[in-house]
């Protein structure tokens, strides 16, 4: 099977072409690495079913260049997060919508993730997919704006995405529980900001895993969207804090009355509809809390530990 992924030299994407190519399918990466990630795919380059080519998804003629000799398509390019989304909305519209929306049109088999940030704030109630959307951002905005299309489209699978965690060929330190690990193992220590603010977690390889399963059962879960998530892990901010803590006893937890964390984000989320087709997580955040443990002491001396690897 012929899979083209854009953005795929990015944290999901390296790590779903390495899945992908080990089960003996196709791969063309679209990817202007924008973020000097290019090492991320150096373990694949040597594989003759990898195609690497070097564009922007705003180049309309070349996304349908490429998209058109696909079976399945993963857009996965995308402005990550809202300072850089709030900064570059004209940017964000056409990268985190606009090339979706076009790669929509060619009618293949199509997986897209979107985020739980679209829940916003989510209430007591556990957010299912039948729950209104309040994105908070321009991030979170125009990832529903996606998703809603391919939906009334009926031309795609839609997963809303936990944060997500663990080790990838392009590691990124900033996520949730990244972060915490690495500021428990850096620093000692965990200041939370409104500790009561919940989220879902999933580890990176799950979500590959979830994008083979819904190639598998596209007819079936076509013009649906799916949370998915780790059913165990949903956590406030102070359990996450205290989980990293098991791993690391030594690790001191300070909850701030003062200040406030920018992203609102609080929710509770149910993966029920997905799992209810046979879909389960594979990894524990216990096994990402060691995977990045490892991944600081070998990036801990190397500058900057958050610039993208």
């Known amino acids: 099977m012929k899979f083209f992924i854009t953005g795929g030299a990015g944290y999901l994407g390296s790590t779903l ?13 679209l990817d202007n690495l924008m973020y000097g990630q290019a ?13 690497y080519v070097h564009g922007d998804v705003r180049d309309t003629k070349l996304l349908t260049r490429l998209g058109s000799k696909a079976d399945v398509i993963i857009p ?17 519209k056409a990268i985190n919508t ?13 997986i897209y993730p979107t985020t739980n940030s679209g829940y ?9 997919e ?18 809603s299309h391919l939906l009334i489209n009926n031309s795609g699978v839609c997963f809303r995405l936990a944060t997500v965690f663990g080790a990838s060929p392009r590691q990124r330190l900033d996520l949730l529980v990244n972060d915490f690990v690495v500021k428990a193992k850096r620093d000692g220590c965990l200041v939370l900001f409104e500790q009561h603010f919940r989220r879902n977690y999933i580890h990176v390889k799950d979500v590959c895993n979830a ?21 165990s892990a949903n956590l406030t901010k102070r359990e996450l804090a205290e989980k990293v803590k098991e791993h690391l006893p030594s690790t001191v937890i300070i909850s701030s009355e003062i200040g406030e964390d920018p992203d609102k984000r609080d929710y509770l989320v149910s993966n029920k509809k997905l799992e209810s087709l046979g879909w389960y997580p594979l990894y524990t955040l216990d096994d990402g ?11 801990k001396g190397s500058g900057d530990i958050y610039r993208n690897y």
Do not use: W
């Open 17 to 29: 072409c390495r899945q992908l190519l080990s089960n003996g399918h196709k791969v063309t990466v």
């Open 39 to 51: 090492t991320s795919l150096f373990p694949v380059a040597g594989d003759d079913n990898f195609e």
């Open 76 to 92: 996965l390019a995308c402005l990550v997060g809202a300072p850089l989304c709030n900064n570059n909305p004209l940017d964000a």
């Open 98 to 110: 606009d090339h979706v929306i076009e790669l929509s049109k060619l009618g293949k088999k199509l």
């Open 120 to 128: 916003g704030v989510g209430g007591e109630d556990e957010c299912d």
């Open 130 to 147: 039948e729950s209104p959307l309040n994105p908070l951002s321009v991030y979170g905005t125009t990832k529903v704006e996606a998703e």
């Open 211 to 231: 994008f083979v399963f819904a190639v598998d059962n596209y007819s079936k879960m076509v013009g649906e969207t799916y949370n998915v998530g780790l059913s």
């Open 289 to 299: 809390i060691k995977e990045i443990c490892k991944v600081y002491d070998m990036v």
